[in-house]
């Protein structure tokens, strides 16, 4: 049985897209599950879109997700080198073989000659395939001698695939089901560009041949391209050996019509990039997944249920968990809806699993302390449940630990009432007999000093928590006064006091 090798191959032309980040989830999900091995491959021969710092950035974005990869151009392997630009012989050597089978050729045709043939067919129809081939420019229109003459003369030219006339190119993809294509509707692309760079249809076949790619998947967007990919593994002699194709469904705008973009999250306000990248045309950061507070472990569960469905019920899943679950069968076709609130829903559930310890620099740096493993705990669990960000967290203790800047007259009006003042004072006066300072022992010690005051503790809690944060909601009273400690607690509270008794 072939073993199974799967490549995720990105062009260094920009930041990584979420939907580039969930095939790459996929082919490395399918690589773990069947022992297989994981490849990287830097398809960088599109030299005019080069970004420098882009392959450190998509390194960078699979790392930061756990995502590693077995063969890459950081890492080696046995078909190096894996950036397709340092792999030029290969692609010379072997469009040559096309064309000295007849299977490909030369083209000469200048852009304005190109032009004025697509503007003979206004409605866009006009292809360069074998309907119209022999009206071009070409070594199949032009004579041996004519050809060897303009190639020696250093005229530029491209090499075409001759694609053959009235076949039917048929392949099974694993996501679509059987496909069908009739040769008539596909133009003979071009294999080599003037440069001496291969195109992407070109450089694709011809390494994942040589890197005994067992598996291709790859985004919905290429399954245009699988006939042209077919019919060069045919020319070639390796249709024996070509891999199999899943096609993976289109991430799709929240709302409206249209493929997700890389435009839409800065329009619709959430990320559509793992890490920040910053846009240099118009000089402008765009925060990613990491910067805007979401765990990798829940993006990369989101990831996983856009578009794979495990067949049960189950929604939370680990790595390991994706990993055995994970099968290409069960990939759908359609498209799947980008919803960001999933995303925040993953991302609130795992915030509570996560150690206290992962939060404690932010934490001591808001507290101005260190903190003893018991304290950093109590503050974690004092505000994580209602957050769904680690920024949420530091914002809200933050906040807490601020003194409130102001009272609402109007709120004051509405939660005060003509009881508060005095059983907030016995409180006040009685704080330094409660004996154990925790929340058990402040809860029972408001009880206690408030209906020794004639007061129920009911209706003085919320006057309670407007005098100790300002707000009428917020988390457990009882344990941020404990952290707050009997002194801070005593000096807000008689603070407190002293202003709205003003109001």
Known sequence: MRKVRVRFAPSPTGSLHIGGVRTALYNYLYARKTGGTFIIRIEDTDQNRFVPGAEEYIFNSLSWLG??????????????????????????????????????????????????????????????????????????????????????????????????????IRFEDIVRGWVMVHSSTLDDKVLLKSDGMPTYHLANVVDDHLMDISHVIRGEEWLPSAPTHVLLYRAFGWEDSMPQFAHLPLLLKPVGDGKLSKRDGEALGFPVFPLSWTDESRQVEIPGFREKGYLPEALLNFLALLGWNPGTEQELFTLDE??????????????????????????????????????????????????????????????????????????????????????????????????????????????STIPDWNAASIKEGFSRITEAAGLKPGKLFLPLRIAMTGSTAGPDLMLFIQLLGREGSFRRLAESLKRLRAI
């Open 67 to 168: 995502l590693s990869e077995d063969e890459s151009p950081r890492k080696g392997g046995p078909c190096t080198p894996y950036r397709q630009s340092e792999r030029l012989p290969l692609y010379q050597e072997q469009v040559q073989k096309l064309i000295d089978k007849g299977l490909a050729y030369y083209a000469f045709d200048s852009a304005e000659k190109l032009e004025a043939a697509r503007a003979s067919q206004p409605d866009g129809s006009w292809q360069y395939n074998s309907a119209t081939r022999l009206s071009m420019e070409n070594s199949l229109s032009l004579s041996p001698e004519e050809t060897e003459s303009r190639i020696s003369s250093g005229k530029p030219f491209v090499v075409r695939l001759k694609v053959p006339k009235n076949e039917e």
């Open 322 to 431: 994706l990993v055995q679950a994970f099968s290409l069968e069960r990939i759908g076709k359609s498209g799947t809806r980008f919803d960001i609130q999933k995303a925040n829903w993953f991302n609130h559930h795992y915030l509570q699993q996560k150690p206290a310890d992962c939060f404690r620099d932010e934490l001591e740096t808001i507290i101005g302390r260190s903190l003893s493993v018991e304290e950093l705990g109590l503050w974690v669990q004092l505000v994580r449940e209602r957050c769904t960000f680690p920024q949420e967290m530091t914002s809200m203790i933050s906040q807490l630990l601020s003194m409130p800047a102001d009272f609402d007259p109007d709120l004051i009006k509405e939660k005060w009432n003509p009881d508060a003042a005095s059983g907030l004072t016995a409180f006040l006066e009685q704080m």
